[in-house]
């Protein structure tokens, strides 16, 4: 078995064993990269990678990543290593410090890779079309998109190109990739981690989270990323669980909700057939299941895309040419000239769409017509999800209405490309956890994701349902032929 094939927990097991060491593991990975990556495009900058370096061959094996890579999306800051955001107005920037996420990584013995992996710009997408690096594809089938934005760090976990792989989530950005690849990705409470060195696309939205090849793995990774953090001001101060120790745990009599607004017109019938499949699974293993509702479903992508682009419009302001990253030159331009050919030649096209879109949302006349009354919706959607959970422990719906489309199919039609996130967005406007394991397969070979949601602050209950349905299930034992 090779061993970029392997879990965290097996190879933490040979680490300490002295069966392996660091560098067996990365060797293991660089070889795979090389070999597959021409195909998928999962990272940026493969020309950098540096096998050789000296970080590589010191780690201590005692501590809980001793030893372990971990691949990291192009939008958080590491320090000394290009953070682009796959975006040519950030071309060369190299941050001066580690995101707080990475400082705890490291702190616990995992190595981080140079190389980052690839995202659409900025996050601004569902399908990893809109980078400057080129479109990341779907190891199941490289004519399909991998999803997005970071499709880059589901694609390299599922094509066995990284251990594990950290990813951001503002609507979907984690749990719709990981569906699409087959693998496990969660969007954590928002103030459960830091957003400290995330660099922004909507700072009430943002959320850093693990996407990884099974549910043990992503417990391990979220103990160790969680907690409070003095330099992120929406970081919460709570105690951070045992995620691993709740593994294993039956989860009979556990009250699991289905809504019904989650299975309507849209959603594709492959899907809805797999999905209800696994929700009989989890009835066998235990599981009270309830119809339920939650009424303001429908007005989601609307609020989404009027907040999400509002603070984005707001947060790109700051890219402009003058300290960091691309400028346009030329000696005869004054500043405001020079702003507008360096943001007109530094952003794609997506990131210029949302940047206008929210501009306007945030101009004199529209604040309280859209932006504002796009917050009063949000409560009533947060409110909905109160509601269930007075009388249920988590909710189950799929992570995506469909699998995988192919390459090119949505990039020239924004709003079918927006609804692909119609069922992640809800999570990240309630402010809730949601994780997307992996629950079958279409007739054509692409995985289907089942997304399971819970209260704030109870990401123990995911890791609870997602393990029981994991181990009763052979999904997360498959892997793509490249």
């Known amino acids: 078995m090779e061993l970029n094939t392997l879990t965290i927990e097996v190879l933490r097991d040979k680490l300490k064993k002295k069966e392996i060491t660091a560098p067996d593991i990365l060797n293991s990975l660089y070889k795979r990269i090389k070999e597959v990556d021409k195909?998928?495009?999962?990272?940026?900058?493969?020309?950098?990678?540096?096998?050789?370096?000296d970080q590589f061959f010191?780690?201590?094996?005692?501590?809980?990543?001793?030893?372990?890579?971990?691949?990291?999306?192009?939008?958080i800051c590491t320090e000394g290593y290009n953070t682009e955001c796959c975006s040519k107005i950030l071309a060369g920037f190299k941050p001066p410090y580690d995101a707080t996420v990475i400082k705890k990584l490291k702190e616990a013995g995992a190595i981080i890779l140079e190389i980052k992996t690839n995202m659409d710009e900025f996050a601004f997408g569902s399908s990893t079309e809109n980078s400057c690096f080129g479109t990341t594809a779907n190891p199941w089938n490289i004519n399909y998109v991998a999803g997005g934005s970071s499709g880059g760090s589901a694609a390299s976990v599922a094509a066995d190109e990284a251990i594990v792989a950290l990813g951001s989530d503002t609507g979907g950005s984690i749990r719709q990739p990981a569906s699409f690849c087959g693998v496990v990705g969660l969007k954590p409470t928002y103030g459960r981690v830091s957003r400290y060195g995330l660099i922004a696309f909507a700072s009430s939205l943002d959320q850093i989270g693990p996407i990884t090849k099974d549910v043990r793995d992503c417990a391990i990774i979220m103990k160790i990323i969680s907690g409070y953090?003095?330099?992120?001001?929406?970081?919460?101060?709570l105690e951070v669980p045992d995620y691993p120790k709740v593994l294993g745990m039956d989860i009979k009599g556990i009250k699991i909700a289905v809504p019904k607004e989650y299975f309507v017109e849209g959603i594709d019938p492959e899907v809805k057939k797999i999905i209800q499949e696994a929700i009989e699974q989890l009835r066998e293993l235990g599981a009270q299941i309830k119809e339920v509702c939650l009424p303001h479903t429908e007005y989601a992508v609307a609020v989404y895309y009027i907040i999400a682009t509002a603070e984005a419009s707001s947060?790109?302001?700051?890219?402009?040419?003058?300290?960091?990253g691309f400028r346009f030159s030329n000696s005869e331009l004054n500043l405001i000239?020079?702003?507008?050919?360096?943001?007109?030649?530094?952003f794609g096209q997506e990131a210029k769409r949302r940047i206008i879109l929210g501009t306007f949302a945030?101009?004199?006349?529209?604040?309280?017509?859209y932006y504002l009354r796009a917050l009063k919706v949000r409560t009533l959607i947060k409110k909905d999800f109160d509601e269930v959970f007075k009388d249920c422990d988590c909710i189950v719906t799929p992570t995506s209405p469909t699998p995988a489309f192919k390459i090119g199919e949505k990039i020239d039609d924004?709003?079918?490309m927006y609804l692909s996130d119609i069922y992640t967005i809800s999570a990240n406007l309630a402010g809730i956890p949601a994780i997307s394991i992996p629950c079958g397969f279409t007739k054509d070979g692409l995985p289907v994701g089942l997304q399971i949601l819970a209260k704030a602050f109870n990401e123990e209950i995911l890791f609870r349902v997602a393990y029981a349905y994991e181990q009763a299930t052979p999904w997360?034992?498959?892997?793509?032929?490249?």
């Open 337 to 346: 000239q020079m702003y507008k050919k360096t943001r007109g030649a530094g």
């Open 414 to 416: 924004p709003l079918k």
């Open 229 to 237: 953090d003095p330099y992120d001001s929406t970081s919460v101060n």
């Open 39 to 53: 195909k998928i495009n999962a990272y940026v900058r493969v020309k950098d990678l540096k096998p050789g370096n």
């Open 315 to 324: 947060n790109l302001a700051r890219f402009d040419g003058v300290q960091y």
């Open 362 to 369: 945030l101009s004199y006349g529209y604040y309280e017509a």
């Open 476 to 482: 997360h034992k498959m892997k793509p032929r490249l």
């Open 58 to 75: 010191t780690f201590n094996p005692q501590l809980p990543l001793g030893g372990i890579p971990v691949s990291v999306k192009d939008n």
